[in-house]
């Protein structure tokens, strides 16, 4: 029996779970959701592994409280070091362990493309029921093809512009990462990649309707691998339940130009408990707030009862980035107490702000008060000053007079001197 039918079989058999976390921006939360998750999904009884990819800038081990992790992902990169599981650093929280990333350590962020193979045979490997992945920030080669290791993908946002658009522009490098691995032939991946350098890419829905028309059956293999490409969002740092317009309105934007469902699997309050928990060193969900306790184990079961791929679509997926050239590598309705899952006759709606005082100022209430600045005064007309001369007055033009009006000030200046 080849080896990889053995893999096949081993993984069919285990099922493991792998749950990618992105963003595309730092600052959204990225982190503080994967290992709230995390600790979510250990509660629940299943056997559960964050696996901190954030490399370079890693930092799980600080949001559990642990000094001095074991070297997870720097040990799986050394020579002679196979067993992963000798790699995991325990938790508090049975049920729980870390893959610890790599610190503060010039190149860490640029492994080669070997090395991430390795990465991803190994996390794969992983005798759990869950692994959570928290990849890094940005568009690299690295960071997509790690969030395309999970079978769920999750993309947490803000409701800040900012936020917005980098999610957006992640997950369309996402598709087109997708895409070009899915390609077979060399005119396949020439045409995506002329896309994405074209900027064609910016709209697949439009890609795909000119690849339908000269080569039907690679459309329809491309429509297939949109239909599960398994991406959520979930919102975070929500102050206000007009945000939710938001969220709704970004889905409906990646599915009409990237064509790819990404159903909104929850969002979350911001709160000022959050940044004492990661000061705190311990997970939010351990500690003080039990609403949002409440909305992260719902997260976590709404995840568990989703259908994932078959093991031999994610490694066909390895398979694709094997024939790769190393060269190529560059480096809201929120509820008040727990998370609210949209029904689906719901459509995006703009978020509504409450008129400002004329008092202060401001807009809305209780801890959420957003200045707006006041209205600047216009600037009455700048009148023509005129002076004596004789017994006639004769204009004299300001800067920022009209032309026509400077011609009539110096022909009444001819006029009178004539």
């Not at 000119?210 to 459309?219: E, G, H, L």
Request: aromatic fraction near 4%.
């Amino acid at each position: 029996m080849a080896w990889t039918e053995r893999l096949l079989m081993t993984q069919a058999e285990k099922r493991t779970r792998i749950i990618s976390v992105g963003g595309g921006k730092g600052g959204v939360g990225k982190s503080i959701v994967s290992c709230n998750l995390a600790v979510a999904l250990a509660q629940l009884g299943h056997r559960t592994v964050l696996a901190d990819l954030d490399l370079g800038a890693a930092n799980q081990h600080l949001l559990l409280g642990i000094d001095r992790p074991l070297p997870g992902i720097e040990a799986l990169l050394s020579r002679g070091h196979e067993d992963v599981r000798a790699s995991l650093t325990p938790t508090q929280v049975p049920n729980l362990s870390l893959l610890a990333g790599t610190g503060a350590v010039m190149g860490a962020a640029n492994i080669g493309h070997n090395q991430k193979l390795k990465i991803i045979r190994k996390l794969r490997a992983l005798d759990a029921d869950v692994v959570i992945v928290d990849v890094g920030a940005g568009v690299g080669y690295n960071v997509l093809d790690f969030f395309e290791l999970g079978a769920q993908r999750l993309v947490v946002t803000t409701p800040q512009v900012t936020a917005i658009h980098d999610a957006y522009s992640f997950l369309k490098g996402a598709v087109l990462r997708t895409l070009a691995h899915h390609a077979q032939t060399a005119r396949e991946r020439r045409v995506l990649s002329e896309a994405e350098s074209s900027g064609e890419g910016e709209k697949v829905i439009d890609l795909l309707g000119k690849i339908r028309a000269q080569d039907p059956v690679w459309a329809e293999r491309i429509s297939r691998v949109l239909e599960r490409f398994g991406a959520s969002l979930v919102g975070n740092q929500v102050t206000s339940a007009s945000q939710t317009g938001v969220f709704h309105a970004v889905s409906k934007m990646i599915r009409d130009y990237l064509g790819i469902s990404v159903p909104i699997v929850g969002w979350l309050k911001d709160s000022k408990a959050i940044a004492d928990s990661v000061n705190d060193r311990a997970p939010l969900i351990l500690t003080r707030d039990a609403e949002y306790g409440r909305a992260l184990r719902a997260m976590a079961e709404t995840l568990l009862v989703e259908d994932v791929p078959l093991e031999e679509d994610l490694l066909e997926i390895e398979s694709d980035l094997l024939l790769e050239d190393e060269d190529r590598e560059p480096e809201t309705n929120l509820a008040p107490d727990a998370l609210h899952l949209p029904e689906t006759s719901e459509g995006p709606r703009l978020p509504k702000a409450a008129a400002a005082t004329a008092k202060e100022g401001y807009f809305g209430n209780g801890k959420v008060r957003i200045y707006l600045p006041p209205r600047r005064k216009k600037r009455p007309p700048q009148k023509a000053r005129v002076e004596e001369t004789g017994r006639r007055r004769r204009r004299v033009t300001l800067p920022g007079m009209p032309p026509e009006m400077a011609r009539v000030a110096v022909g009444a200046r001819k006029l009178q001197s004539s």
